[in-house]
């Protein structure tokens, strides 16, 4: 019967589930796990076309200083001094001459060659001493704290308070300009920028446990040190040193233009400029040429340290793969593009427009009656799909046994669907999700971290960050599509019409306002009141949920607060303006139980005080237990069972829903192995085909693999995205 | 907030001593200023006349503590070229470099948080690219050939602006915009990067889910938050004008302290450069003091931990 159902649907022209199913598996190649991680940074900066640029052109600079003196012989200090000044861009005297010749007939091109050689020989051994000194001189302070520490910092403080030029030019001038006098005081002025940032991070490291387990075993500071600290700290070290090289090059070309620095017959790019200087008006390419050579060469040295330090940061490279940050509006994609996904999120909306009173496409009849209790009547063609979607939120049908039954759905989602773009191409981590809440209702979205579900809430409150886009779907707020407004619009709504309670509120309140402030904001920024009225409905607001001695405490900043203080006013913001929706996402899940139940009874409090719909989102099965109506249980981006709470935890029509509620320990379950669902949750990149939980279900088979089950109702109010929901919810 | 300051002040004395030492000895052993000042032919009676009258027969220990009485006493000595005080000599030089690097400072830090901010809006969008490649030029270009570039298209060229002097606003241009360009493009980077960190904070997202307008979000709630990595950035920067200053004063003849370091090294003449240095070292930890007053006006938790 189930398998008639999905070949119904396919003739049915809605869609194509097995060849859905086999995409999504085929998107990460096994290929990408075995690469070297050599290939990879290779990959990595094949990747990016300036890091790319960068490295030619430093390798370039590298060949002329190790190949110049073989190239060029003496041409760059042989005088001509029959031949002067010749203008450059002509090839009639040889390659030499390309760039023209200053006053003594020199060559510029080659006296170019020349000075790569002598600025590298100072740039290099400079950065090297530096950076080897001074990091192994503050990984050595930050590692055992105290008065090394101290010590070590004031010296950096005593160096980096003298101007280094000066510096410069003083030791020079006692000890006579030369390249390793240079170096020397280079090195020395700048070791404080390594030893600062060495000491930083390995200071950091200091406080963490394994390094307090290496001190246990015995091991040796400069052991722990060379195994511990210095690889974490290397990459930050690396690209400090490369913009380093960028400032030991441009003071000594300073040092050398000002005449204390490499001294003739020598020649350096900045002594070369200090040379065109005096001929400027006649030959301007002498100072040309030599500048830009700088110029490019430390560009490209910045552009590769920009490169490393995003190369070594994880969570920074999502980055690359962004083509536009764009926020706000709903792109809607090409339908053939996506056509898979998105039919299978049509069927899904297709069922829960049956399922859900607020789409029900004929509000007539008993809920029982009309839900399409057999599959074959899911499979009838629905007007619901996102591309042919009627009027949004038409009457909604009475739906029995649910208490709030005669109100409309306040907050109706349908068949969301959100990508993250990653430079591996778009990975769908919400995939057709639909739920709807009333008035006075609580729904909790369940699932485990990784699910989902924070992305839908954020996709509704339109807060996803700009890697993450909405790809189909509609979020409606008593009618009014938010994914499809402007910004404006959107604006006006986030407040007094949807609101969100965040995780962690020690984040999430602004850290340098006072909570005065940023509590009278959403009046002042809606009701367009003063200053001081805003504040007295902060304080009003503060003293509703429950902040003792709101006037003075309002004055404060958000970490004068404890954790559950803090959970409160982010609550009391959220429901400043009395918002018909309010998401709450993980509102607890930074505190303690005591304090945790005393947050939930607020918001229970608040909830039918103000009659809003709140959207709980959790991954606490007791909270839900305890203080949701209704729940729509979360796997793998798509909503896999919803229904009144009671029946779904007494009778989970769902695998997924069975095995969450059996990992939980029970007084019946006692002297008994804790149940547990194995393995874990698919990685969103490589969703397996079919049923995206079939690799951990017990009860999976051949049709998992190949068909993906839609959510279909399996009784009063309730569905179930599973082929054998029927038989569970029967059983 | 006192306690603060206190606390700075008294941590500065021994950095400031050690600079005052590290330069009196450093300059003495720039040669004997009697073969830079006495003619070749001076008779050694002669030299040792000049090295008497101006205390360097003396053990340089002795000259050392003679001259930090004297300093105690605001007496910096004479200057060896001129027979005026060195005091004179600085202070009339230090205003121009003030204004310049004052200017400057100004101009850089406003036009960063616009760029920078404008940057991090979007994220590796083309206004992004295009801020982050300019500014990390900016930031890699030599300002003595900026310099010298300006003079020879702005000045040579096309006659617009003079090549130095310090008259007429025209004059300031050359100057400020070579002593800006390095520091605007680092500041631009390090806004840009505490702007992308701020704006994708949590409570960013609260502001946003209040209904706050872009402007609000940017202005009101990122920028405060970002603000810190970058004052501390624009603070090392500005120490770092100095080095700009000896560059830009000397390619376009600026009267600032900066010339005058370079003349006093080359002239050694102690007492004024003893001087100047004494100054400058004097301004950068006021500079410093002063970016720690913001910061803890910026910032609650860095007035809380100030207080405590």
New interface residues.
């Given amino acids: 019967m189930l398998q008639k159902n999905n070949g119904q649907s396919d003739s049915a022209g809605s869609g194509d589930v097995p060849e859905d199913a086999g995409d999504g598996s085929g998107t990460t190649p096994a290929a990408d796990q075995v690469v070297t991680a050599r290939r990879k940074w290779l990959a990595l900066l094949l990747q990016d076309r300036?890091a790319c640029a960068a490295v030619l052109i430093l390798i370039g600079v590298a060949l002329c200083a190790v190949l110049g003196p073989l190239l060029i012989g003496d041409l760059a200090t042989r005088q001509n001094l029959r031949d002067p000044g010749r203008e450059p861009f002509s090839l009639d005297h040889g390659w030499a001459f390309v760039l023209g010749s200053d006053s003594l007939g020199r060559p510029v091109a080659a006296r170019l060659i020349a000075a790569a050689g002598t600025t590298l020989s100072v740039a290099v051994p400079a950065v090297l001493c530096s950076l080897v000194v001074g990091s192994v001189w503050g990984m050595w302070a930050g590692f055992h704290g105290g008065w090394r520490e101290n010590v070590s910092l004031?010296i950096a403080?005593?160096i980096?308070?003298?101007?280094?030029?000066?510096l410069a030019?003083?030791?020079l001038?006692?000890f006579s300009p030369s390249a390793s006098g240079i170096v020397l005081v280079l090195a020395v002025a700048r070791i404080p920028v390594y030893l600062r940032t060495a000491r930083a991070e390995s200071a950091e490291l200091r406080s963490r446990l394994f390094m307090d387990a290496a001190r246990t075993f015995g091991t040796s500071s400069w052991a722990s040190i060379r195994r511990h600290v210095a690889p974490t700290v290397l990459p930050t070290l690396l690209t400090v040193a490369a913009l380093d090289f960028?400032f030991v090059m441009?003071?000594e070309?300073?040092l050398s233009?000002?005449g204390i620095g490499i001294q003739p017959p020598d020649v350096s790019w900045?002594l070369m400029?200090?040379q065109?200087?005096q001929e400027?008006?006649s030959s301007?390419w002498i100072?040309?040429f030599?500048?830009l050579a700088?110029?490019v060469t430390?560009?490209s040295?910045?552009?590769l340290a920009?490169w490393a330090r995003l190369a070594t940061d994880p969570g920074q490279r999502w980055?690359h793969g962004?083509?536009?940050?764009?926020r706000g509006r709903l792109r809607r994609p090409a339908t053939g593009a996506n056509g898979a996904r998105q039919s299978s999120a049509a069927e899904t909306a297709a069922v829960v427009a049956g399922a859900e009173p607020a789409h029900s496409p004929a509000p007539s009849g008993p809920e029982i009656e009309h839900a399409p209790a057999v599959p074959e009547a899911e499979a009838e063609p629905t007007p619901a799909t996102p591309e042919a979607a009627p009027a949004p939120a038409p009457a909604p049908a009475p739906a029995p046994g649910d208490h709030a039954s005669t109100s409309p759905a306040t907050l109706a989602v349908d068949s969301l669907s959100v990508d993250i773009r990653t430079a591996a191409g778009p990975v769908p981590v919400v995939r057709g999700v639909s739920f709807a809440v009333r008035s006075g209702e609580t729904l909790a979205l369940l699932g485990e971290s990784g699910c989902g579900k924070s992305m839908t809430a954020?996709a509704v409150?339109?807060?996803l960050?700009?890697a993450a886009e909405v790809v189909g779907g509609q979020a409606l707020l008593e009618g009014e599509d938010l994914l499809g407004l402007g910004?404006r619009a959107r604006?006006?709504?986030?407040?007094?019409g949807?609101?969100?309670v965040?995780q962690?509120a020690l984040?999430?309140?602004?850290?340098?306002?006072t909570v005065g402030a940023q509590l009278a904001?959403?009046f002042r920024?809606?009701e367009r009141m003063s200053r001081r009225a805003a504040r007295a409905r902060a304080v009003e607001l503060m003293e509703r949920v429950g902040i003792p001695e709101a006037r003075s405490r309002a004055g404060a900043?958000p970490?004068?607060f404890s954790g559950g203080m803090r959970q409160r006013l982010?609550i009391a913001?959220?429901v400043?303006l009395r918002p018909k929706v309010l998401l709450a996402d993980e509102p607890t899940t930074a505190l303690d139980v005591t304090v945790q139940a005393q947050i939930m009874d607020l918001l229970r409090e608040l909830r039918s005080e103000q009659r809003m719909a709140l959207v709980l989102i959790t991954h606490d099965l007791g909270l839900v237990a305890e203080h949701a109506d209704r729940v729509a249980v979360m796997y793998a981006g798509t909503v896999v069972e919803t229904g009144p709470v009671a029946e779904v935890f007494g009778k989970p029509n769902h695998p997924y829903t069975r095995g969450l509620l059996e990992s939980v320990p029970a007084e019946q379950h006692k002297g008994t192995r804790l149940n547990s669902i194995p393995g874990s949750p698919p990685d969103p990149r490589s969703v397996p085909s079919g049923c995206a939980f079939r690799m951990r279900c017990p009860m999976a088979r051949d049709l998992c693999a190949t068909h993906r089950p839609v959510l279909a109702a399996t009784g009063a109010g309730r569905a179930a995205a599973c082929h054998f929901g029927k038989e569970l919810a029967d059983a | 907030m006192f306690t603060m300051l206190r606390r700075r002040a008294v941590?500065s004395v021994?950095?400031l001593l050690?600079?005052v030492l590290?330069?009196f000895f450093?300059?003495r052993?720039?040669g004997d200023p009697a073969n830079l000042y006495l003619p070749l032919s001076a008779t050694p009676e002669m030299r040792a006349e000049f090295s008497a009258r101006n205390g360097f027969d003396q053990p340089l220990v002795n000259q050392f503590g003679d001259y930090l009485v004297q300093v105690a006493h605001l007496d910096f000595g004479e200057s060896l070229r001129t027979a005026q005080s060195a005091s004179g000599a600085v202070l009339r030089a230090f205003p121009a470099t003030l204004q310049l690097a004052g200017w400057t400072m100004l101009l850089a830090i406003v036009g960063a948080v616009v760029i920078g901010s404008l940057a991090a809006y979007?994220?590796?969008?083309a206004t992004?690219r295009i801020a982050?490649?300019l500014s990390?030029?900016a930031?890699?270009?030599?300002?003595?050939?900026?310099a010298?570039?300006g003079?020879?298209v702005f000045a040579?060229t096309l006659g617009w602006l003079p090549t130095s002097g310090t008259s007429g606003a025209a004059a300031w241009v050359l100057p400020v915009t070579t002593l800006l360009i390095r520091p605007f493009g680092v500041l631009v980077q390090v806004v840009r990067g505490a702007m992308v960190s701020a704006l994708?904070?949590?409570?960013v997202?609260?502001?946003?889910?209040?209904?706050?307008?872009?402007v609000?979000v940017v202005f009101g709630?990122a920028l405060?938050?970002a603000a810190a990595p970058a004052l501390t950035v624009a603070g090392?920067l500005a120490?770092?004008l100095?080095?700009g200053a000896?560059?830009v004063e000397?390619i376009f003849g600026w009267p600032g302290i900066g010339k005058l370091?370079?003349d006093s090294?080359?002239q050694r003449d102690f007492a004024v450069l003893q001087a100047a240095?004494l100054l400058?070292?004097l301004v950068?930890?006021a500079l410093?003091i002063l970016v720690d007053i913001c910061h803890a006006i910026?910032?609650?938790?860095v007035r809380?931990r100030a207080a405590a």
């Fill in positions: 300036f004031r403080d005593v980096l308070s003298f101007p280094s030029l000066l030019v003083v030791v001038y006692v960028c441009l003071t070309s300073s233009f000002l900045g400029v200090a065109g200087r400027l008006q301007w100072a040309v030599p500048g700088i110029v430390t560009v040295a910045t552009v920009a980055r962004l083509r536009r940050g764009g954020h409150a339109g807060l960050d700009p910004a604006r006006r709504l986030a407040g007094p949807l609101a969100i965040f962690d984040s999430a309140l602004n850290p340098v306002q904001e959403p920024i809606h900043y970490h004068q982010l913001m959220a400043a | 941590s021994i950095p050690v600079v590290g330069v450093l300059a052993l720039t979007r994220p590796n969008s992004d982050s490649f990390s030029t930031a890699s270009v030599p300002d003595f050939w900026f010298i570039m003079v020879l040579v994708s904070a949590p409570y997202k609260v502001a946003r889910s209040k209904g706050a307008n872009e609000r709630h405060r938050n090392d120490v770092g100095v080095n000896v560059v000397t370091m370079i090294v080359l240095v400058t070292a950068i930890f410093n910026l910032d609650p938790r809380q």
